[in-house]
T-cell receptor, first 114, second 111 residues
């Protein structure tokens, strides 16, 4: 069965420091891959996506993610974290076609210290 | 564009009552998804529609849950009768391709 694992439940990073959130997936082929962010009491906002092609994808708010097929990973990175990045981050996968549902990881809560 | 619209934003009801959650997808989107978010289970798919037709309802927990999409601009998720374990945030999302856009959610509390 398809699944997504986010090994880190909670991460604290100092403002200005770099960030990497881990995501591993289990899927028979290469799925579509997504990262979403959820601020408290809000809905989910798409940060970036990978369908095919260049394995390093750029997203909004200065985030990027790298797809590594050999490791079944899609880790999210940001070179310098801002206090406003504190939120919950979800990695998700979907079948590689339009109109299919997302399977989410359990999420990683990011706290930013000053 | 107004984005995905959900109503109500908050609902508090007593056990045994009927609850109806509503969703208006983004105009032109042909896929609609209902997800539920809880602390214990995280985000999980309940049901989704393509072109108003239910495609996968395997995530609907029990017969107490039902969903409809009578037209391309409206969907409902009904719980009858509601139970305390149904307390959660229910999200609606829509898409026209592979990117899903989420509504703000409905926070349901069943006492």
């Amino acid at each position: 069965a398809q699944s997504v694992t986010q090994p880190d439940i909670h991460i604290t990073v100092s403002e200005g420091a770099s960030l990497e959130l881990r995501c591993n997936y289990s899927y028979g082929a290469t799925p579509y891959l997504f990262w979403y962010v959820q601020s408290p009491g809000q809905g989910l906002q798409l940060l970036l996506k990978y369908f095919s092609g260049d394995t390093l994808v750029q997203g909004i708010k200065g985030f990027e993610a790298e797809f590594k097929r050999s490791q079944s990973s899609f880790n999210l990175r940001k070179p310098s974290v801002h206090w406003s990045d504190a939120a919950e981050y979800f990695c998700a996968v979907a079948e590689p076609q339009a109109g299919t549902a997302l399977i989410f990881g359990k999420g990683t809560t990011l706290s930013v210290s000053s | 564009d107004a984005g995905v619209i959900q109503s109500p934003r908050h609902e508090v009801t007593e056990m045994g009552q009927e609850v109806t959650l509503r969703c208006k997808p983004i105009s032109g989107h042909n896929s609609l998804f209902w997800y539920r978010q809880t602390m214990m289970r995280g985000l999980e798919l309940l049901i989704y529609f393509n072109n108003n037709v239910p495609i996968d309802d395997s995530g609907m927990p029990e017969d107490r849950f039902s969903a409809k999409m009578p037209n391309a601009s409206f969907s409902t998720l009904k719980i009858q009768p509601s139970e305390p374990r149904d307390s959660a945030v229910y999200f609606c999302a829509s898409s026209s391709g592979s990117e899903q856009y989420f509504g703000p959610g409905t926070r349901l509390t069943v006492t």
